[in-house]
């Protein structure tokens, strides 16, 4: 007659049949499916694995069946005879509220040597807790960084001292900036500020940093006590990142277009010339968190789609000045913001653009149409269809002709072209199409214009210098680091966009006056050759004297007028800026 277990042989069991730790647990998975011959699906769910990763876990265990699940008889001494005799000493010294570093510091001047990794294991076995993080008054004395001040307008030193400065390139830009109102301009269109840090403080901040060209998270929180870049902003330090990547979040979206539009027209007033024809196009921003609200987008410079923030901006043609952007497109919208750009174009200088260049993807044929009516000329590409190319290769060879393009630098400067009339959906009269072979592309390239009567030569030449704003996206991607939204200062993507274009509109003030060519300059150029510069600044009862090193460049600048520029700062006590070279 059979008897039942005892209650306690029952109770032993569960340490077998209910795994304890991964390693068990793993043990007795592999065990039911190669020993007991049960599914893996059933496995799977009795000890709370996946289907996939139970799969993966039987996948590895076939490549390696030797793994270790017991541990192995130790081997060797049983004793530490170096940490031993230091054990009473790590704890007494763990009671004294001590971190790991301070007690193996304190050893090492005893002359002894233990690593914090090996005082850890002590105090590990010993039962006690990672010291939870103290304040600087609590910890024992010795070197630490030094602290910065707390930003603070009314704490602005201007009495007569001198100093070194990293940033010294940046006061270059001064003579421009205090002659626009910036304070001004962003109290009316509604930025935030307090009386430690007005608008206008955090904004020549941030602008400090798109100015000088090194990526954010590489040198905002290494320049916090360079006194150069605080003076620059009218501040007595530069604000911490957390303060700036704050700021951007406090301004209300509606109050970006209002900026740029009095931006513009005061650069404007300062001799910043405004031309006739306009690049367009959209660049990705790439996004890589989780938030699911973030649309898929195509991103050129990595050649696939990805989260990311559509932006759209403008680039004057021939100042080669971004003079529009927006960044907060939704798929649905974008087509819709040519006309946006058109409408804030005709609403600051009271005419429309005479000329817009752009890609297939930018807009749709009922927008063609209108920017038709509205008398605004347009020179776009056409999508190569099945059916259109079709059609295309049906044409007889004769019907092409030879082109020479004059003024572009490319190869192939002699392509044939097919220039005919055709019509578009949702697009009222004719439109001209171009059909341009031996470009260097397998594929012919298809332009649609309205310009019903320019020579075939021009408009093909006018489209390809439309490519250097690929370029120059890219000068403002890389050199205005307009992709760093994951840096240490992470800003909003319209603050950034905003700051972007002013930079650039600075950097094109800067390049037209000094001129010698350098007014097709890339921005990176002109910050290597005069902007990335150290200095002495020396603040006297009157002036803010800016004395830089000598520099092949200088000449350019003394022959450009700065040398001789005395401009009132007005945030820095309306003392007289002047610039000293060599």
């Given at each position: 007659m059979l008897t039942s277990e005892p209650k306690d042989l029952t109770d032993l069991a569960g340490v077998f049949l209910e795994p304890a730790n991964?390693?068990?647990?793993?043990?007795?998975?592999?065990?039911?499916f190669f020993v007991d011959r049960l599914p893996?699906?059933?496995?799977?769910?009795?000890?709370?694995?996946?289907?996939?990763?139970?799969?993966?876990?039987?996948?590895?265990?076939?490549?390696?069946?030797?793994?270790?699940?017991?541990?192995?008889?130790?081997?060797?001494?049983?004793?530490?005879?170096?940490?031993?005799?230091?054990?009473?000493?790590?704890?007494?010294s763990r009671k004294q509220n001590l971190s790991i570093y301070d007690i193996s510091r304190n050893l090492a001047h005893r002359g002894h040597s233990l690593s914090p990794v090996a005082v850890a294991q002590v105090l590990r076995e010993e039962g006690f807790a990672?010291?939870?993080?103290?304040?600087d008054e609590e910890r024992p004395p010795g070197p630490r960084p030094t602290t910065a001040e707390v930003a603070d307008v009314r704490r602005l030193d201007l009495s007569p001292r001198s100093f070194l400065t990293q940033f010294g390139g940046l006061f270059l830009f001064l003579p421009t900036l205090a002659a626009i109102p910036l304070d001004r301009i962003l109290r009316d269109a509604g930025f935030p500020g307090s009386e430690m840090i007005p608008p206008g403080c955090a904004l020549r901040s941030l602008l400090a940093l798109k100015l000088f060209g090194t990526a954010r998270h590489g040198h905002v929180m290494s320049a916090v006590l360079d006194e150069g870049l605080a003076l620059f902003a009218g501040l007595n330090v530069i604000p911490k990142r957390s303060f700036l990547t704050e700021y951007s979040g406090r301004i209300d979206p509606a109050s970006?277009?209002?900026?740029?539009?009095?931006?513009?027209?005061?650069?404007?007033?300062?001799?910043?010339?405004?031309?006739?024809?306009?690049?367009?196009?959209?660049?990705?921003?790439?996004?890589?968190?989780?938030?699911?609200?973030?649309?898929?987008?195509?991103?050129s410079k990595r050649s696939r789609r990805q989260k990311g923030i559509l932006a759209f901006v403008a680039q004057d043609a021939d100042t080669r000045v971004f003079c529009y952007a927006n960044g907060e497109l939704r798929k649905g919208e974008q087509s819709d913001e040519i006309l946006r750009f058109v409408d804030l174009w005709k609403e600051r200088t009271g005419r429309h653009p005479r000329e817009l260049i752009f890609d297939s993807k930018l807009t749709t044929y009922t927008r063609l149409d209108e920017l038709n009516r509205l008398g605004i000329a347009f020179i776009?590409?056409?999508?190569?269809?099945?059916?259109?190319?079709?059609?295309?290769d049906q044409i007889p060879r004769s019907a092409w002709r030879r082109i020479e393009l004059k003024g572009?630098?490319?190869?192939?400067?002699?392509?044939?072209?097919?220039?005919?009339?055709?019509?578009?959906?949702?697009?009222?009269?004719?439109?001209?199409?171009?059909?341009?072979?031996?470009?260097?592309?397998?594929?012919?390239?298809?332009?649609?214009?309205?310009?019903?009567?320019?020579?075939?030569?021009?408009?093909?030449?006018?489209?390809?210098?439309?490519?250097?704003?690929?370029?120059?996206?890219a000068d403002g991607i890389d050199f205005f680091h307009m992709d760093a939204l994951s840096s240490a200062v992470a800003m909003k993507v319209n603050c950034d966009l905003?700051?972007?274009?002013?930079?650039?509109?600075?950097?094109?003030?800067?390049?037209?006056?000094?001129?010698?060519?350098?007014?097709?300059?890339?921005?990176?150029?002109?910050?290597?050759d005069f902007v990335n510069a150290t200095a002495r600044v020396t603040i006297t009862g009157t002036e803010v004297v800016v004395r830089y090193q000598k520099r092949a460049h200088n000449p350019l600048l003394i022959a450009a007028g700065l040398a001789t520029t005395e401009v009132a700062i007005p945030w820095l006590g309306r003392k007289r800026l002047r610039l000293v070279f060599g």
């Open positions: 991964s390693t068990h647990r793993q043990y007795e998975a592999l065990r039911a893996s699906a059933e496995i799977a769910r009795r000890f709370g694995y996946t289907p996939g990763s139970f799969r993966v876990l039987v996948h590895q265990f076939r490549q390696d069946p030797r793994r270790p699940f017991f541990l192995a008889p130790a081997k060797g001494p049983q004793s530490a005879p170096k940490v031993d005799p230091l054990r009473e000493t790590v704890i007494a990672r010291l939870p993080r103290r304040a970006y277009p209002e900026l740029m539009r009095r931006w513009f027209d005061a650069v404007g007033r300062l001799g910043l010339p405004r031309g006739q024809s306009f690049d367009l196009d959209f660049h990705t921003i790439p996004f890589h968190g989780e938030e699911a609200l973030i649309e898929k987008h195509y991103v776009t590409l056409r999508r190569r269809t099945p059916g259109l190319m079709r059609t295309i572009v630098s490319r190869q192939y400067k002699h392509p044939r072209i097919l220039d005919q009339r055709t019509a578009l959906s949702d697009y009222d009269g004719p439109v001209r199409q171009v059909v341009i072979a031996d470009l260097g592309h397998e594929e012919p390239t298809i332009l649609l214009t309205n310009q019903l009567t320019r020579p075939a030569a021009r408009l093909v030449e006018r489209y390809a210098q439309r490519m250097i704003i690929e370029d120059t996206i905003q700051l972007t274009l002013m930079a650039s509109s600075l950097y094109r003030l800067q390049a037209g006056r000094i001129g010698r060519g350098y007014e097709r300059a890339e921005s990176r150029h002109l910050f290597q």
